[in-house]
């Protein structure tokens, strides 16, 4: 499923007009974006989570030439599986 896919089946099954359910769906996604741009942590009980993982600069490789190079620090969103949706998908 993409976003195109979630605002159609959100329009669908709440009767909402597609401008309507994109709107929507673009303000779930933004407050998502902002908190976890602002080191926050987003808890969906029965889904997941979402936070942000910090990783520190390195030595890394190029794989085509073998040559070493230094990779800067970075943030990176990270999503942990809730318990109730690992069991829904495992069956």
């Given at each position: 499923m993409n976003k195109s896919d979630l605002?159609?089946?959100l329009a669908k099954k709440k009767n909402l007009?597609?401008?309507q359910a994109t709107e929507i769906v673009n303000i779930m996604f933004?407050?998502?974006t902002n908190e976890l741009k602002n080191n926050g942590r987003i808890e969906i009980r029965g889904f997941g989570s979402f936070a942000v993982k910090e990783?520190?600069?390195y030595m890394g490789r190029n794989p085509k030439?073998?040559?070493k190079t230094a990779v800067k620090p970075k943030r990176m969103p990270f999503f942990k599986v809730g318990r109730e949706?690992?069991?829904m998908v495992d069956g």
């Open positions: 605002i159609e089946v007009t597609d401008k933004d407050g998502f990783y520190g600069a030439t073998g040559e949706l690992k069991k």
